[in-house]
C-alpha cells in the first residue's frame, strides 16, 4: 500500500505544495489587510509592519544605523520596510507549505508572527498602551484561520466509493480544487477590500493636520532675518546654494510614517526641575508671540565627511530663551538646577540640548516656518526646535510636543542610549561641491568650489590644496553671519592628469579643521573632504 493512501495528507506532491506556498502568501496578505484595518481603529502606528519595523530601528546599534543611512540615504525607510515585506512573505509561503501537510502548525506559525507583531507595537517608545497589540493580533488570528482553511481545501480527498482511487504522488487532481481557488479568489478579493480601506482609514487620520497646516497665515517676523547678502550666493555651476530648499533638504529621522499632527490641537508642555511656573502653549498662541527669522545650518552627527546631511534653511519661530525665561528657567550658571533640556517628540523620539546653550543668547528657535511654508511635515509640523551651533541630534526636535528641564546625570535620551555623545557642538567642516569626484575636466581654468561650516562660530578661511601642493587661501562669499555656512571658490589652473583636491576651513575661533580621521560616532565625523579627479 502507498503512503497516499494511508493517510491522504501525506508527502505533498509539488503542486499542492506550490498552492500551499500560495495559500500562506495569501494568508499572509489577509493578516497584513487585517491588520491595517484594525490599526485604523487603534493608530496608524500600531500595524505590525510599522511596528516591527519602528522596534528594529530602536534596536539598531549607532555603527549600523550610519551604514543604512550612508548605503540608502533618505530610501533607507523604504529599504526597511521592503525588506521587512520580503521576509514576511518568505516565511508565509514556508509556512504554507509546511500546512499542506501539517494544517495546526502553519496556522500556529501564523499566530506566533502576530504576537512578535505586538510584542513590537507596545514596545515602541510612542505606544500608547496594549491596545497597540490589537492589529497584529486580529491579523494573526485572521491569516491563521485563512491558511488553515486554504490548507483545508488542499488535502486529498477520499473517494468513499473507491478508495483505490488516490493519484500517486505529485499528480493534480483529487483534492477540492474548485473549493480551493473558490476560496482563493474569496481570500483575495476580501483582503484587497480590507486593506484598501484600512489604507483609506490610516490616511484619513492625517487628513485633519493636512488641513490644519493649509489654514497656517504665518505672521512676518517681528524680527526678520538679515537679507542674505547679494554675494553670499556664489553663482558657480554645481556648488550648493546658499539657502536650500524645502524639497532638497535632507531628512535623518526614525519616523517610519511621518507624523501628521493636527496644529488645532497641538500643545507644548514645559515642565520639570527649576521651572518655576509651568505652562502648556498652543500653535496659536506661538503665532501670536513676536516672531524672529534666522537663516540657521543645520547638521546630522551622521554626515561622513563630505556627505550630503547638511542644509540651510530661513527658519521662522519663537525665541526658545523667552518663553522659558516666562516659565521661570534659570541657566545653571545663575544658579538653575536643570543643565538637560529634554524634548520629547509626539513619537516618542527624545532628544537632550545643553540648558547653558539655550540660554546663552544664540537664535536658539521653536521653528513654525521653513523657507517662507510653515514647516513640511517631514521637517516637524507643526513645531521643531533649531539650536545653531549643535547637531540635530541633541537640537532639533520635530514634531515636539514636550520640554523637561532635567539633568544630564538623570536621563540619557534616545540616541545617547545608543551610543553616541551626551553633547555635541558642531564640528568645522568644509565640502568640495564642484568638482565632482571622478570627474574629467578640461585642463586649463577649473573651478573648485563648495561650502564650509562651523555653526555658530563662524567661518574665517578657507583654503585648498592641489595634491601635496601648498595650502592656498579660497576666495569666501561674503558672510551672512556665524550661524550658517559660507560659500568659497576657488579658481584652479588644471593640468593634464590625476589630481587630488582637499579641502580645509578654519573657523572664528581659529581652529584648524583637523586632518584626524574619525568617525561619525559618537560625535560627528572629522577629517578633510579630497577629491580626485582626472584632467584631461
Ligand atoms: N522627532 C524627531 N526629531 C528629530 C529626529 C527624529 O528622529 N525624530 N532626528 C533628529 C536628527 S538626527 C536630525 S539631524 C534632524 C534632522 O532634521 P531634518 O530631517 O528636518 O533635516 O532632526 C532631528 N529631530
Ligand atoms: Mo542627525
Known amino acids: ?128 498602551g496594549l491596545t497597540d497589540a490589537l492589529p497584529s493580533l486580529l491579523g494573526a488570528v485572521t491569516g491563521a484561520l485563512l491558511l488553515y482553511a486554504l490548507a483545508g481545501r488542499l488535502r486529498h480527498q477520499r473517494d468513499e466509493s473507491d478508495p483505490t482511487a488516490d493519484p500517486a504522488p505529485g499528480a493534480t487532481g483529487a483534492f477540492d480544487r474548485r473549493g ?137 519661530g519663537v525665541r526658545l530663551a523667552d518663553l522659558l525665561a516666562e516659565c521661570g528657567v534659570r541657566p545653571p550658571s545663575q544658579g538653575g538646577p536643570a543643565d538637560q533640556l529634554v524634548a520629547r517628540s509626539v513619537d516618542g523620539m527624545t532628544l537632550g540640548t545643553p540648558v547653558e546653550d539655550v540660554l546663552d543668547g544664540r537664535d536658539a ?34 514634531w515636539i510636543e514636550d520640554l523637561e528641564l532635567t539633568t544630564f546625570d538623570a536621563y540619557d535620551p534616545y540616541w545617547v542610549k545608543r551610543g553616541w555623545a551626551r553633547r555635541a557642538p558642531v564640528k568645522t567642516q568644509s565640502r568640495i561641491d564642484t568638482p565632482k569626484p571622478f570627474a574629467r575636466p578640461k585642463a586649463g581654468p577649473v573651478m573648485v568650489a563648495g561650502v564650509a561650516w562651523a555653526q555658530h562660530r563662524g567661518i574665517d578661511k578657507v583654503e585648498v590644496r592641489v595634491d601635496d601642493g601648498p595650502w592656498q587661501e579660497a576666495r569666501l562669499a561674503e558672510d551672512a553671519g556665524r550661524d550658517t555656512w559660507r560659500q568659497w571658490s576657488f579658481p584652479w589652473q588644471a593640468t593634464k592628469g590625476g589630481h587630488t583636491l582637499t579641502v580645509r576651513a578654519t573657523d572664528r575661533t581659529g581652529a584648524v579643521q583637523t586632518a584626524r580621521r574619525t568617525r561619525t560616532v559618537p560625535d560627528g565625523a572629522s577629517g578633510r573632504h579630497s577629491v580626485v579627479v582626472t584632467v584631461e
Open 1 to 128: 500500500m502507498r503512503d497516499e493512501e494511508k493517510d491522504p495528507a501525506a508527502r505533498p506532491g509539488t503542486l499542492r505544495r506550490a498552492l500551499g506556498a500560495l495559500s500562506g502568501l495569501l494568508a499572509g496578505f489577509g493578516a497584513l489587510a487585517t491588520a491595517e484595518l484594525a490599526a485604523a481603529a487603534v493608530r496608524p502606528q500600531s500595524g505590525p509592519v510599522v511596528a516591527v519595523g519602528g522596534a528594529a530601528i530602536d534596536r539598531t546599534p549607532a555603527a549600523v544605523k550610519d551604514w543604512a543611512i550612508r548605503q540608502f540615504g533618505t530610501a533607507d525607510k523604504l529599504v526597511l520596510q521592503t525588506g521587512i515585506v520580503v521576509v514576511l512573505a518568505v516565511l508565509a509561503a514556508g509556512l504554507g507549505a509546511l500546512a499542506v501537510r501539517f494544517r495546526r502548525a502553519g496556522a500556529a506559525g501564523v499566530l506566533l508572527f502576530g504576537v512578535v507583531g505586538a510584542i513590537a507595537a507596545t514596545g515602541r517608545p510612542d505606544s500608547t
Open 180 to 316: 480551493f481557488v473558490l476560496t482563493a479568489v474569496a481570500t483575495a478579493t476580501a483582503s484587497t477590500a480590507a486593506g484598501a480601506t484600512g489604507r483609506y482609514l490610516n490616511g484619513a487620520s492625517g487628513r485633519g493636520a493636512v488641513a490644519s497646516r493649509a489654514a497656517v497665515v504665518l505672521p512676518r517676523p517681528g524680527s526678520p532675518a538679515r537679507p542674505v547678502p547679494a554675494r553670499a550666493g556664489l553663482r558657480i555651476p554645481g556648488i550648493s546654494p546658499f539657502v536650500t530648499g524645502n524639497t532638497d533638504f535632507y531628512r535623518v529621522d526614525t519616523a517610519l510614517v511621518v507624523p501628521k499632527v493636527d496644529a488645532g490641537t497641538w500643545r507644548l508642555r514645559v515642565h520639570g526641575r527649576g521651572v518655576r511656573r509651568p505652562a502648556v502653549f498652543t500653535y496659536d498662541s506661538l503665532l501670536r508671540r513676536e516672531l524672529v527669522e534666522r537663516d540657521i545650518t543645520l547638521t546630522c552627527v551622521s554626515n561622513e565627511v563630505g556627505g550630503p546631511y547638511t542644509g540651510t534653511a530661513r527658519w521662522l
Open 365 to 398: 528657535l521653536l521653528a513654525l516656518g521653513m523657507n517662507g511654508e510653515p514647516l513640511p511635515f517631514a521637517h516637524g509640523f507643526p513645531v521643531r526646535m533649531v539650536v545653531p551651533g549643535l547637531y540635530g541630534y541633541v537640537s532639533a526636535c520635530k
